[in-house]
């Protein structure tokens, strides 16, 4: 099959990226493959399926339409400032047009060393790859923007981390791997042309409606605040923790991209972290909209010599961008709470009645995911919605606190003129039945892992498929994990 590969990103000077063809693996085997994203790339299945398409997949055979290439960037880790990183295991193959009209990235990850590796392999384990298959697909199935798994392969060989363990290459698909760390990259070096040359790039493949703006890299600005105020609130409202929220890992696309030591909260707790490397609680799920400010603050920053024609314009400009990000976050996140609650009309108490679950929530360790999900049974205060099994209030060691707020949301739910049947549609549209529990996906990585068994993965993955089917929240995949089998850490691939 002839794919093909553009690659405008490649047509940017050569010190945007280095030319690197991937390692070769000695004998890749297909774990899964995402058929439907696969036919809308215009990628036969089957064909993917075949040893020609694991060639490709591998690394081992690369198109002639391709162009490989790691990209370079810089960034903060942990507020910390690392003026080069890249692309250290990860091949950009090319670009490919949907059938939907977008066009996406093909990259490799886990496909050996590159230019910027540093002390690194460039191999992937499978505990990673499979995470990332996993929670990505999940991400995308619960309707937040995210890079794509396209496939997972292992390669034949043994990666060395604390143990020897199965190597593997996760095919990332994304709208664009351009990172706010990209742009650091360049202002860092005090490289002018690089930065306007990037966010012309960035408008024409991503927001090519700001091209005309009078000031298109505010604009530019402008769209990437707005869509990472969306993105984060997005997150908020499933309970999802990034776990390495570095400047390298935001991208101008509003895609989640680097799926590394996250996961989803069971019990709330706004000051929860699993990352075994984030000691300090940086990336703690409440911190996450606030952490996300401060990298957009590092983006204007490194804007600054393309947005304005002096320093004081410049700042100016940046200044007004950045500045609007916490009332865009507030919003974004109040409308999904609104839909989550089953509200249609704003009130100005809303914010407050929705704080207010939540800190009860955390004042009895309810799960975030079945509290949520289980509203709709409390809705109507009677004996008979009370009794039933199982209920929101079921999930509070304090069944009263609950009832006291449930009082409050009740009399709110009654000033609203939308059916009772059609709230609850909105209601289960907004809050998952199921998401990627810690517990099940470190089940599937231990059971390929130690076992070579890939049933519990693809299992997992099919389920996840449809996180808001009234029918999941019947799988054993619904349930919170048992204390035996609460996942306290979560630790990054490399």
Partial sequence: MSLAFENSYAQLPERFFARHQPAKAPAPQLIRLNGELAGNLGIDPAWLESPEGIALLSGNDIPDTAQPLAMAYAGHQF????????????????????????????????AGRTPFSRSGD?????????????????????????????????????????????????????????????????????????????????????????????????????TVVTRQAELIARWMGIGFIHGVMNTDNMAISGETIDYGPCAFMDAYHPETVFSSIDRMGRYAYANQPAIAHW????????????????????????????????????????????????????????????DDLLGIMAANEADFTLTFRRLNTVTEDTAADRDNSPSARDLFRDPGAFDEWATRWRARLAREKVDAAARMATMRSANPAIIPRNHRIEEAIRAAENEGDF???????????????????ETPYADPPRPDQIVQETFCGT
């Fill in 122 to 222: 460039g191999r992937a384990a499978l505990g990673p790859v499979l995470r990332e298959y996993i929670v990505s697909e999940a991400m995308a199935a619960l309707g937040v923007p995210t890079t794509r798994a396209l496939a997972a392969i292992t390669t034949g060989e043994m990666v060395m981390r604390e143990t020897p363990l199965p190597g593997a290459i996760v095919t990332r698909v994304a709208k664009s791997h351009v990172r706010v760390g990209t742009f650091q990259y360049f202002a860092a070096r005090q490289d002018h042309e690089a930065l306007a040359l990037l966010a012309d790039h960035v408008i024409a493949r991503l927001y090519p409606d700001i091209a005309d703006s009078p000031k298109p890299y505010r604009a530019l600005l402008d």
């Fill in 295 to 354: 990298n957009l603050s590092r983006l204007a920053q490194a804007m600054l010599p393309i947005l304005g024609d002096d320093a004081d314009s410049a700042l100016a400009e940046a200044q007004a961008a950045i500045d609007t990000f916490p009332d865009q976050y507030q919003a974004a996140w109040l409308t999904g709470m609104r839909q989550k609650l089953g509200l249609e009309q704003a009130e100005n108490d809303d914010k407050a009645l929705a």
């Fill in 455 to 473: 049933a519990p993965f693809h299992a997992l993955s099919e389920a996840l498929a449809a996180p808001y089917d009234e029918k999941a929240i």
């Fill in 79 to 110: 507020g910390g400032w690392v003026p080069q990183l890249g692309d250290g295991r990860a091949i950009l193959l090319g670009e490919l047009d949907g059938k939907d009209g977008i066009r996406r990235d093909v990259q490799l990850k886990g």
